[in-house]
């Protein structure tokens, strides 16, 4: 029976380290894309509503197309 080496060993506890980098790496990403994809639909959202109902959430016309108007990657 063959036993592990230190470099056999060393190897076998990095591959979890990497893994567990890397699914918190995904983790975040889509985590990312997700904040960016609600805050998309609130802009869009903010876009249809009345000037009146603007008024009832002390927005302006102006500021809410302006927020309307980012960009999903940057904004």
């Known amino acids: 029976m ?3 080496t230190s470099d ?3 190897s076998q506890t990095r591959v979890p380290a990497l893994l567990a980098t890397v699914a ?4 975040n990403l889509i985590e990312s894309i997700e ?3 609600r805050k998309q639909r ?7 509503l ?3 109902e603007l008024k009832d959430i002390g927005v302006s016309r102006a500021d809410a ?3 309307a108007a980012k960009s999903a990657f940057w904004g």
């Open 65 to 67: 197309m302006t927020e």
């Open 24 to 27: 918190e790496a995904a983790r």
């Open 2 to 4: 063959a036993t592990d």
């Open 8 to 10: 056999e060993r060393s």
């Open 35 to 37: 904040t960016r994809c």
């Open 50 to 52: 009345t000037d009146d």
């Open 42 to 48: 609130g802009r869009a959202a903010l876009s249809e």
